[in-house]
């Protein structure tokens, strides 16, 4: 036995136990949220049953059972509950969504099991996707155009399809006229209004250029009204038709086709019609923005936005700290000061990412940026454009937070360059900047490659600094568009990080938003992995590259 443990045998078994152990916690986190995120784009089956109410009164209720619970007959006891049949300690709790939110005023509700009546699945339940106040559930009665019944019952549901899809088109319609026509007009009326106080500043504002502006401003306030007449009929014409449907308190309810975003019955659907359902909802998820104050919806925004952020944060710390690394290594020596600075940069590694937001927001977004603005959009002040948060300082201030990984990285490769490569370079008569260049930097690349990853890692799940430098709950337009300069710095962004905060602890229906903060984590946690995998492969592309040179 002392000799199988000084063979070292045992720890190798330890640390391969260690890794199985912590790749089976991965997994095991990745399949939770994976499980409770995914699920939440699978049409589930509308349930009709009664509920016995503490008072002896029998109701009705539609809606999704979406989870089950075991707890104590007295906890449901001090809940109001203290006559329920049975005499078993612990009996099953069902979480109700509802819906209906605009008239029941509750989204959600807990109701016990044995006050339940038997549960039926009638095929003609609807479930109406709105833009606002969530589901509506409910029996389909008829269709109206202007008022009047076009068609009901059973003959109502292809009319109900048919109209779904029209107003769909007519919602995109607008959606399109309000956000980039009129949002292109608005742009130009803007930089003419920008454009007249620049010239105005300067002493330049003649009457040539009074006459040129006005009658510029005067073509888009043309174009501007003919937008809003255009913006009127497809209002006009999307308030045309709605449906009515029979609540559960038999109520007869009428939805107009302009607030439903999607009308399906899911007891009626096949398994390969919930499949393709399935994968619809789950690619609107990824493409669409967000509504509901986040709970409803997709977060393309704030793909985008992460992605962009993670993209521009690399551009900026990686030439400063490969830059550092090279000076420190190849240039500086190894004096008390440059002792000194590696031990600052070590430091700055373990320091709170809150205080590089502080940092941030004191630094970049009030003094730089607002020196910019003074400098070179003085036409704009008071109102900032570099002088507030946007991605570009967010961006900074991540560069700044993961410089210290960038630069550890890269001085480890080029500490493990040979010497030899070095003397051979300055022998064959290159200068100490060229073999630098041609040499070492290409061979310590897969470090530099390392620092990439781990920075990448870092700044794409930070959460803390962003809320001070440029992150938003919902920003109105995202920093690229097809505006000159196209690439808006200043803009604020959304992030996925901070949209699980937004959702997970500011929402105001909790649990609604429960499953999206689980979509969205999983989502977060692919974006980092298909970043990370990209700089893996460059990497490895690097050491196969220069893998022969390392033996000599």
């Known amino acids: 036995m002392r000799k199988w443990i000084k063979s070292g045998a045992p720890w190798v078994w330890l640390t391969a136990g260690g890794m199985a152990l912590a790749l089976v916690l991965v997994f095991a986190v990745l399949w939770l949220t994976a499980a409770r995120g995914l699920v939440y784009f699978w049409p589930s089956p509308v349930v009709q049953t009664t509920y016995t109410q503490p008072d002896g009164k029998t109701v009705r209720l539609i809606g999704e059972v979406k989870e089950v619970e075991e707890v104590s007959r007295k906890r449901l006891a001090d809940a109001g509950f203290k006559n329920l049949p049975g005499d078993a300690p612990f009996v099953n709790r069902l979480l109700f969504k509802l819906g209906n939110r605009d008239l029941t005023g509750a989204d959600f509700k807990w109701f016990p099991e044995p006050l339940l009546g038997a549960f039926t699945y009638p095929r003609d339940l609807l479930t109406v996707e709105r833009h606002e106040w969530g589901n509506f559930y409910g029996h389909l009665v008829a269709v109206t155009e202007n008022g009047r019944v076009i068609a009901s019952g059973e003959a109502a549901w292809p009319v109900l399809q048919q109209r779904v899809a029209r107003a769909d088109r007519l919602f995109k319609s607008i959606h399109r006229v309000e956000k980039v026509d009129i949002g292109n007009v608005n742009y130009e009326l803007e930089q003419l209004r920008l454009q007249e106080r620049r010239l105005q500043l300067r002493g330049k504002l003649d009457t040539i250029e ?120 190849e240039y500086a020596g190894n004096g008390p000061m440059i002792r000194i600075i590696r031990i600052a940069v070590n430091n700055l590694a373990g320091v709170p990412s809150i205080v590089y937001g502080v940092f941030g927001l004191g630094f970049f977004v009030y003094f730089l940026g607002g020196n910019i603005d003074r400098l070179f959009f003085a036409e704009s002040l008071p109102a900032p454009t570099f002088g507030s948060p946007g991605i570009l300082w967010a961006s900074l201030t991540l560069a700044i937070l993961t410089l210290p990984v960038v630069i550890v990285s890269t001085e480890e490769g ?79 962004f959304m992030h996925l990080g901070f949209h699980i905060y937004d959702v997970g602890f500011q929402s105001p229906n909790v649990e609604a938003a429960r499953p999206l903060v689980y979509a969205t984590a999983f989502l977060l946690v692919l974006v980092i992995v298909a970043l990370n995998l990209t700089a893996v492969s460059i990497r490895n592309r690097l050491r196969e590259k220069y893998r022969g040179l390392e033996s000599i």
């Open 210 to 329: 009074k006459e040129r502006i006005a009658n510029e401003r005067a073509a888009d306030e043309k174009q501007f009204a003919a937008l809003q007449q255009r913006l009127e009929q497809l209002r006009t014409e999307i308030a045309r038709d709605a449906v009515i449907v029979e609540t559960a308190s038999g109520d007869k309810v009428t939805i107009p086709l302009a607030k439903v975003a999607q009308v399906y019955r899911p007891n009626d659907m096949s398994f390969g019609q919930k499949i393709g359902f399935y994968f619809a909802k789950l690619w609107a998820f990824i493409t669409e923005d967000p509504r509901e104050a986040n709970t409803e919806g997709g977060i393309f925004p704030a793909i985008f936005g992460t992605v962009m952020m993670v993209m521009l944060m690399t551009v900026l710390v990686m030439p400063l700290g490969v830059v550092a690394a090279v000076y420190m290594r």
């Open 414 to 492: 080029l500490a493990r360059v040979p010497r030899s490569l070095r003397d051979a370079s300055l022998a064959l008569g290159a200068t100490k900047a060229e073999t630098l260049w041609r040499t070492v930097l290409p061979m310590a690349s897969p470090a530099m490659m390392t620092g990439l990853i781990l920075a990448v890692a870092r700044a794409a799940g930070e959460t803390a600094p962003l809320m001070l430098v440029g992150v938003v709950k919902l920003a109105p337009n995202l920093p690229l568009d097809s505006h000159f300069p196209y690439f808006h710095l200043e803009r604020q």
